[in-house]
């Protein structure tokens, strides 16, 4: 790669940052390897129980379950620095998930299941859902700390260090292209969840996550011998006291740079409230046309699909859009996500709202034998309901594959370069309150409001039911999230310019 002597026009100033991004590259596409995986497996347990409900129920119960996860995560912190932090942390996601294999393969899964929660759910049927994940409690708690490896192995743990060791420069020009490590690893992470057999995936979350313990000790030794200036520019000359989580969530208020940590917690809830609302539609989709067809773990087989997609797509966006958006504005960047996410949405809905429509124009192009969606079908199923089915689920696959593709390069990269100009110590601080809960809550909030909402209008397992209502919140969701964007844009933008004219500062 020729070098410019320009830094706009630049990607890498030294071999150094070549090494650097590698590295950074490979922890993060571990992590994101394990998360997909997890998140594939949970997908098929909540669902193949309880439906899309027992799906926001579990999302509602993650949000006490990270506050107890956050307050262990405290209680560490205090103790260790961060190369324990990342290895006690690691160790007890690679023994729980060890353990539920365990359980899993052996049977013992099923003697834990509660049958008098069961009889309850079919005895009051308004209250089906919350009982159901009651009888099944241990699959919640899979779920629990499927969504634990996102949140603490990736948005704390990884981005926390990533944002302490790169300087300002380097975020705006590197932080797009590290999402190729996690569209590497996602379209594998894809191609491993459409594997038949459970354990053999539960088993490679467990390997992935022993490697990332390697490659973290990796990192850690090439920080401090090798590049010595990085580590040790991010310690504080002083120890200096680790906040609780409730002091973390005093700082958001309380800060002199409250308004700032208070606009980006904004965007952290406005992306995980939206995007689990459409996906609870596309989710309860995949699980009827996988009945449809027949097949034995539908749920999973269709979103290894469309993880493998979103890692092919991921991977040529950054390609081919990654050095454009280094020399875009971070406002830019910050509305690529939202505005990709309400196309798809408008797309999606119209598909479920026209479905015959969408159906017959797709007959008309001849789409279904073009691409062998009707060959190979079971005995006796159910033609027009199996083409339904594929338009409503292939809608819903290409709003989730572009979304999560724009979230991971733009979403993360600005939300992530949004912390890079405060000090070291609100850095680190804020991020563990914003993404360690607060990413949580966003899903929460859009959990309680279906459950909610769904026992109000009594409509059980049918989220078509409450769809307008769902629309509503999609609506108020999009209009704070692009005032967020546009308030939080002035005050970076500002930051940056006082970083930039004041030499003493990274």
């Known amino acids: 790669m020729i070098m410019s002597q320009k830094s706009s026009v630049s990607l890498f100033k030294n071999r150094q940052e070549v ?74 996601f690679i023994a729980f ?94 191609y491993v969840a459409t594997m038949q057999v459970s354990n053999t995936i539960l088993f490679a979350v467990i390997i992935a996550c022993m490697f990332c313990l390697m490659l973290a000790y990796y990192l850690f030794y090439l920080y401090k011998n090798q590049y010595p200036e990085l580590f040790v520019a991010v310690q504080p000359k002083k120890k200096k006291k680790k906040l609780t989580f409730v002091e ?44 449809s067809l027949q097949l034995r773990n539908g749920v999973r087989y269709f979103t290894g699909v469309q993880l493998r997609n979103i890692g092919i797509f991921s991977f040529f966006t950054v390609l081919i859009l990654g050095p454009l958006s280094a020399r875009s504005s971070w406002f830019v960047r910050a509305m690529l996500t939202p505005l990709v996410l309400t196309l798809g949405t408008i797309s999606f809905f119209i598909t479920i709202f026209y479905t015959d429509s969408v159906v017959a124009l797709a007959e008309k192009f001849n789409l279904f034998n073009r691409f062998g969606i009707l060959s190979h079908l079971p005995s006796g199923a159910d033609i027009a309901s199996i083409k339904s089915g594929y338009v409503k689920v292939s809608a819903g696959m290409l709003l989730v594959i572009v979304g999560k593709s724009f979230k991971y390069i733009f979403f993360d990269s600005t939300k992530e370069g949004a912390y890079v100009p405060l000090d070291s110590e609100t850095k680190v601080n804020a991020k563990a309150a914003i993404d360690g809960a607060f990413s949580r809550v966003g899903k929460g909030i859009g959990s309680f409001y279906i459950m909610i909402i769904s026992l109000i209008m009594g409509t059980g397992k049918d989220l078509l039911g409450i769809k307008y209502f769902i629309i509503v919140l999609l609506i108020i969701t999009l209009l704070i999230w692009l005032f967020s964007i546009t308030k939080l844009s002035g005050m970076y933008d500002a930051k940056v310019a006082k970083q930039a004219s004041s030499p003493s500062k990274k």
């Open 19 to 92: 090494v650097m991004l590698v590295a950074l590259n490979a922890l993060l596409g571990l992590v994101s390897f394990c998360y997909g995986l997890a998140r594939a497996l949970k997908d098929q347990f909540t669902l193949y129980y309880g439906g899309p409900l027992l799906i926001s129920l579990s999302k509602l119960l993650v949000i006490p379950s990270m506050f107890f996860l956050k307050f262990l995560y405290d209680t560490v912190n205090k103790h260790t620095n961060a190369n324990g932090r990342f290895y006690i942390v690691t160790s007890y």
């Open 248 to 291: 973390s969530i005093k700082l958001l208020i309380t800060h002199k740079e409250s308004k700032y940590l208070l606009l980006i917690t904004a965007l952290v809830l406005c992306y995980t409230i939206y995007v689990p609302l459409v996906e609870a539609f596309h989710k309860s989709y995949v699980k009827g046309l996988g009945d």
């Open 97 to 190: 998930f060890a353990l539920f294999l365990f359980i899993y393969k052996t049977g013992i899964i099923e003697k834990l299941e509660l049958s008098w929660a069961g009889r309850m759910a079919q005895q009051y049927k308004r209250f089906e859902t919350p009982f159901t994940g009651i009888q099944y409690w241990p699959s919640l708690l899979f779920y629990i700390h499927a969504e634990g490896i996102g949140t603490f192995m990736l948005s704390v743990l990884v981005w926390t260090f990533i944002n302490a060791t790169m300087s300002l420069d380097q975020s705006k020009r590197l932080y797009t292209l590290l999402s190729l490590g996690a569209a590497v690893s996602t379209f594998f992470a894809g």
